[in-house]
T-cell receptor, first 121, second 107 residues
Framework: QVHLQESGPGLVKPSETLSLTCTVS????????WTWIRQSPGKGLEWIGY???????NYNPSLESRVTISIDTSKNQFSLKLTSVTAADTAVYYC???????????????WGQGTMITVSS | EIVLTQSPATLSLSPGERATLSCRAS??????LAWYQQKPGQAPRLLIY???NRATGIPARFSGSGSGTDFTLTISSLEPEDFAVYYC?????????FGPGTKVDIK
C-alpha cells in the first residue's frame, strides 16, 4: 500500500524560501502525477501543482511565479519550493497521488498526513 | 478557473438522518466532480469521484449525483463517524479547485 510522508521545517521567515519533501513508500512513482495541495483557514484547499514521474510540471497560475516542483525517482521523493513567502502562505501542506495513472487532472485518493508550515519572523 | 460553491455551510442533523449536500460549479465541471470527507487533524479522504463513483472501501450509504453545474452528495443514514467536513473538487479544468466545504455536525 502506497504511503506518503511530508517533511519540512515547520517555520519559515517572510521573504525566504519554503522547501518541502514528500517521500513515497510502498509503490513505484512511475506513471503518476505527484501533487502538492495546501490548506489554510483563509483560502481553504488549494491545488499547488504536480510533477509527472518523467519530470513535466503544471502549476497553479496563482503561484506559478514562485513555485518549483522537482522529483528524484531514485530516492522515491518529490519536492516543493515556494519562494518569497508571506503570512498568506501559512498553511498545512499535503502531498497527494491521483486516483488514476497517467492523469494529472484527477481526484486524489492517497494523501500524506500533512505538515503545518508557519510563515513568521 | 472553475469556482465551486457549497451549501449549506453547516448542516445539523442527528444520527440516522439523511444528509444532502450541494456543490455548484461555475462554469460547468461536466461530470468531473469528486467529494471528500475531512475530520480534524486528518487529510481529506476521497469518497466519490467523477460524480457518482465510490472510491475503494467507501460505504454504500454515500452516493453522488448531478452533472454540469449542480452536484449532490447524499449520505442515506448518518453514522456517528460521518460527522465531519465535506469538500467537492473539480478536475474538468486547470487549475484544479475545491469548494469551501460543508460541515455536518450533530444536532
Amino acid at each position: 500500500q502506497v504511503h506518503l510522508q511530508e517533511s519540512g521545517p515547520g517555520l519559515v521567515k517572510p521573504s525566504e524560501t519554503l522547501s518541502l519533501t514528500c517521500t513515497v513508500s510502498g509503490g513505484s512513482m512511475a506513471t503518476y502525477y505527484w501533487t502538492w495541495i495546501r490548506q489554510s483557514p483563509g483560502k481553504g484547499l488549494e491545488w499547488i501543482g504536480y510533477i509527472y514521474y518523467s519530470g513535466s510540471t503544471n502549476y497553479n497560475p496563482s503561484l506559478e511565479s514562485r513555485v518549483t516542483i522537482s522529483i528524484d525517482t531514485s530516492k522515491n521523493q518529490f519536492s516543493l519550493k515556494l519562494t518569497s513567502v508571506t503570512a498568506a502562505d501559512t498553511a498545512v501542506y499535503y502531498c497527494a497521488r491521483p486516483h488514476s495513472q497517467w492523469l494529472g487532472n484527477d481526484a486524489f485518493d492517497i494523501w500524506g498526513q500533512g505538515t503545518m508550515i508557519t510563515v513568521s519572523s | 478557473e472553475i469556482v465551486l460553491t457549497q451549501s449549506p455551510a453547516t448542516l445539523s442533523l442527528s444520527p440516522g438522518e439523511r444528509a444532502t449536500l450541494s456543490c455548484r460549479a461555475s462554469p460547468s465541471a461536466y461530470s468531473y466532480l469528486a467529494w471528500y470527507q475531512q475530520k480534524p487533524g486528518q487529510a481529506p479522504r476521497l469518497l466519490i469521484y467523477d460524480t457518482s463513483n465510490r472510491a475503494t472501501g467507501i460505504p454504500a450509504r454515500f452516493s453522488g449525483s448531478g452533472s454540469g453545474t449542480d452536484f449532490t452528495l447524499t449520505i442515506s443514514s448518518l453514522e456517528p463517524e460521518d460527522f465531519a467536513v465535506y469538500y467537492c473538487q473539480q478536475r474538468a479544468n486547470y487549475p484544479l479547485t475545491f469548494g469551501p466545504g460543508t460541515k455536518v455536525d450533530i444536532k
